[in-house]
Each structure stands twice: as structure tokens, then as C-alpha cells.
T-cell receptor, first 113, second 115 residues
Framework: DAGITQSPRHKVTETGTPVTLRCHQTENHRYMYWYRQDPGHGLRLIHYSYGVKDTDKGEVSDGYSVSRSKTEDFLLTLESATSSQTSVYFC????????????FGPGTRLTVL | AQTVTQSQPEMSVQEAETVTLSCTYDTSESDYYLFWYKQPPSRQMILVIRQEAYKQQNATENRFSVNFQKAAKSFSLKISDSQLGDAAMYFCAYRSRGGSEKLVFGKGTKLTVNP
């Protein structure tokens, strides 16, 4: 298994509070991604990174920010959590472009009350 | 923008039988990649099989094979000799060659395997 961990694995928070999710990899892969999974929607890309301090938006980036100060860590921040951000969040990594697969972390279940 | 459609929200199959999961996609690109991912109840996303659009030969991985019809923009997954451990959500995904690295996922098909 690819070395990807996510923390926390579960979190319950209240509307309006800031939340940061962490993705940590030990594979030294260049690309890192944040997806959210919601029933009836599959997985949708929030943000991704193609190198340290290099990030770009995905299709559902509103309300989220990311940072990558080290190759191994990719942080996802909800500045002011809303109930619509209740979801399961997955981090993924990949080394090169093309048909190489993305390896996924175990997911974080976030509930915003 | 590319879209991926899985028209079967749920499917069931008897153990040892064969089942086919459907996936269609919409794109104006000629070169791309297609994937099937499996998500068991543990939530871990696991790559099942991949296909490069420029390859005419259908990909196979043990009991898993695809029927890739490029002109029809269809990418179905066939699972032969179904096993109880195959029960999971299956997601079809599209990825452009070059440019954005994002995977575009379908909404998934829940596969139940009956003993």
C-alpha cells in the first residue's frame, strides 16, 4: 500500500469554525489531490498540487483553501465550515502524469453541525 | 468539460457468475485514460483496471476486463467468476492526457454479490 495517511480520520465541528485536514505521504510523489465524496456525486476534485507551493483549483474549490510547504504534506482548510461541507474527504497522490494511478488515502469523515 | 455517467446505481450478481457494469463518458479529446476504481465498505479506493485510449486492445486484470468502445465513448467493466469480496462501490473515472491532472468520476455503481 502507498504510504498515505490522513488526519483526523473523523471530525465533528460546528458551523463557522475553521477546520484543517492533513494529508501526509511517505512516497515522495509530486502530485497531491483533495477530493470530496458525497452520495450521488461520486468523488469531486477540490484542489490539487503539482509541487511544493504549486496548487490549483478543482471543480468544487469554493470555501476551501490548500497549502503545501513540504513535499510530504498537503493541507486542506475550511476557513469557516458550513453544513454543506459535511462529507468524506480523500487525499490522493501520484508520481507522474498519464496512466499512472492515483493512490488514495483512507479518507476523513467530516460532520459540520 | 468531461463527464462520466454510470447509469446503474445498483447491480447484483450471484457468486461465480459474470456481471457487467456500464460507463459512458463525454469528451472532445482524442487521447485520455480511463479507470475503474473499487471502494469496499472500508472506504479505501482501489484501482481495478486502467485503459489508455490510444490502445485498441481491451485491458484485462485476472477476472476483470473492460470493453472499451472509443467511438461510442463506452467503457464497461466485466467481472467474471464473481466472489463475495467483489461486493463494493465501483467508480468509473476519466483523466485527460496532459493538462489538468484531475480524475473525473462517475457517481458509482453499488455491486452486491449473493452467495
Amino acid at each position: 500500500d502507498a504510504g498515505i495517511t490522513q488526519s483526523p480520520r473523523h471530525k465533528v465541528t460546528e458551523t463557522g469554525t475553521p477546520v484543517t485536514l492533513r494529508c501526509h505521504q511517505t512516497e515522495n510523489h509530486r502530485y497531491m489531490y483533495w477530493y470530496r465524496q458525497d452520495p450521488g456525486h461520486g468523488l469531486r476534485l477540490i484542489h490539487y498540487s503539482y509541487g511544493v507551493k504549486d496548487t490549483d483549483k478543482g471543480e468544487v474549490s469554493d470555501g476551501y483553501s490548500v497549502s503545501r510547504s513540504k513535499t510530504e504534506d498537503f493541507l486542506l482548510t475550511l476557513e469557516s465550515a458550513t453544513s454543506s461541507q459535511t462529507s468524506v474527504y480523500f487525499c490522493a497522490i501520484s508520481e507522474v502524469r498519464g496512466a499512472d494511478e492515483q493512490f488514495f488515502g483512507p479518507g476523513t469523515r467530516l460532520t459540520v453541525l | 468539460a468531461q463527464t462520466v455517467t454510470q447509469s446503474q446505481p445498483e447491480m447484483s450478481v450471484q457468486e461465480a457468475e459474470t456481471v457487467t457494469l456500464s460507463c459512458t463518458y463525454d469528451t472532445s479529446e482524442s487521447d485520455y485514460y480511463l479507470f475503474w476504481y473499487k471502494q469496499p465498505p472500508s472506504r479505501q479506493m482501489i484501482l481495478v483496471i486502467r485503459q489508455e485510449a490510444y490502445k485498441q486492445q481491451n485491458a484485462t486484470e485476472n477476472r476483470f476486463s473492460v470493453n472499451f468502445q472509443k467511438a461510442a465513448k463506452s467503457f464497461s467493466l466485466k467481472i467474471s467468476d464473481s466472489q463475495l469480496g467483489d461486493a463494493a462501490m465501483y467508480f468509473c473515472a476519466y483523466r485527460s492526457r496532459g493538462g489538468s491532472e484531475k480524475l473525473v468520476f462517475g457517481k458509482g455503481t453499488k455491486l452486491t454479490v449473493n452467495p
